[in-house]
């Protein structure tokens, strides 16, 4: 038979290795399909007011990371930027900026986007309505594919008497990517000009 020492040590031994298992829970991940998490997760790294937010496949085909918006006001800066923040080791963290962008939050189409040229998801931009801080009519359009950092551009510049212009940034190389956009602003400008470069 036993011993009462050596029963008590098997009792001490077993609410000793429960007490350790219950100790070790694991900390789920955020569930980054709700967008109301997303838009916690942004607002929490950002110091000013996240305009935009999403969760996709920005940068990886396996692991779902976010995109914030945000808009300047200021005198000497005014625009809008996007950030990629990800799970680095358990924590979020802004891994990728794009820098000062044409265009306001206000009325404008924001949305994720995957075009087959391109790996993974990405975000569209439209400023829809004609942007304020311009004297004509200036839409402004971006596509941002986080994983190759790259940010294109189409800028529409809408006068009376000298027709409409669409201006695509030099990075606009892919023919799908470059059909998006003159397909898009065609429909309401059929005799649109096409310049490659916004100088």
Known sequence: MLSIRKISLLYLFIIFAFLFSCSKKEVKPPDLN?????????DSLLSIDVRFSSS????????????????????????????L??????????????GNLDGSFDKCMVDKIKLSSFGGEMIYYNSK??????????????VIDFRKRQVYSAHLV???????VLYLSENVEDKMLRQFFVS???????SLRIIQSDN
């Open 129 to 142: 309505d004609y942007y304020m801080g311009t004297g004509g009519g200036d839409v402004y359009s971006y």
């Open 158 to 164: 809408a006068e009376e008497g000298t027709g409409s």
């Open 56 to 83: 996709g496949y920005f940068s990886s085909d396996k692991k779902l990371s976010i995109v914030a918006g945000t808009e300047a006001y200021g005198k000497n800066s005014m625009g809008i930027s996007f950030k």
């Open 34 to 42: 709700n967008t109301s998490v997303v838009k916690k997760i942004a």
């Open 184 to 190: 898009y602003f065609k429909k309401d400008f059929p």
């Open 85 to 98: 923040i990800e799970d680095k080791d358990g924590e979020f963290k802004i891994v990728y900026r794009t």
